[in-house]
């Protein structure tokens, strides 16, 4: 059912690949509420992906970019202005990947160089797309910029390795920019802290299966799949949440407010039955 959330907003969905991403929902959210939309992943994602196909269904435009390249952003950005005609209104930044979580390194054995490409395409793209944004002056007033975080930035999860640092970094360039851009143009930027989904990007961290069941056990609402995320960043890129930015808005079931629940432990006990 459609509310016409977004009925007349324009806004860059970063990070679509196929059916499985958080950012395929949204930008099917979006268009679904009144948004026009522009879709964006790096050239090599592309070619891998279905993002084509997204954008007929969305009728929208794809624009090529490396989210870690500040050429590619810039020329994203006036590439975007000048296809809509002016200013837009929301942007999703759904872009994460560490090399050392793919090949398998653990974080006390740690590649510098591969953790400096963890850090710059999960998290200093963020800075970049903003800081260009800014000065562009490309978002309208009132304009709502969201990125995916996740509760290992505030907690020790393993597997998640140098992801969760990355998240942690994702979270402060929220806090330091959205008091620039919310003082400066009323723009408000926020980041949603998911439950872990079963993306593409997701499915490379280790244990990823186990993760999945522990946090549906400990959560009293159950994880939140990739299309209750789209719903929920639909909210944020409303008129409805004009006051809220800075923050870290934790979406998933509960579980980052749990201890033990009756599931998880029902499940350990029955663990020590069956090994003694």
């Known amino acids: 059912m459609s509310y016409n959330l977004l009925k007349g907003k324009k806004g860059i969905i970063f990070g679509a690949l196929n059916e499985r991403s958080i950012a395929w929902k949204v930008a099917e959210k979006a268009f679904e509420e009144g948004a026009r939309i522009i879709l964006t992943n790096t050239p090599v994602a592309m070619r891998f992906g279905k993002v084509d196909e997204l954008a007929k269904a969305c009728e929208s435009v794809v624009i090529p970019a490396d989210a870690a390249n500040e050429s590619d952003i810039e020329n994203l950005i006036k590439s975007a202005v000048k296809h809509f005609g002016g200013k837009f209104d929301f942007m999703l930044h759904s872009i994460g990947m560490s090399p050392n979580v793919r090949k398998g390194i653990p974080y006390d054995e740690i590649n510098y160089d591969n953790y400096l490409k963890t850090l710059d395409i999960s998290a200093l793209s963020f800075h970049k797309i903003i800081q260009t944004c800014h000065r562009l002056d490309a978002i309208n007033e009132w304009g709502s ?82 299309s209750d995320c789209a719903d929920y960043c639909i909210t944020l890129f409303s008129d409805l949440t004009r006051k809220v930015t800075m923050q870290n808005l934790f979406h998933d079931g509960g579980f980052s407010s749990m201890g033990m629940s009756e599931r998880a432990m029902i499940q350990y006990d029955k663990s020590f039955r069956e090994c003694p």
């Not at 290992?152 to 990355?166: E, K, S």
């Not at 186990?210 to 400990?218: A, Q």
């Open 145 to 226: 910029i969201v990125a995916l975080s996740y509760v290992a930035a505030q907690r020790t999860l393993y597997g998640y390795n140098d992801m969760a640092d990355a998240k942690a970094l994702l979270e402060s360039i929220t806090r330091s920019f959205g008091y620039i851009y919310g003082r400066e143009k009323r723009i408000r930027i926020n980041t949603i802290s998911q439950s872990p989904t079963l993306t593409t990007a997701g499915s490379g961290i280790y244990g990823i299966d186990s993760l999945i069941d522990f946090t549906e056990r400990m959560s009293p609402l159950g994880n939140a799949s990739a």
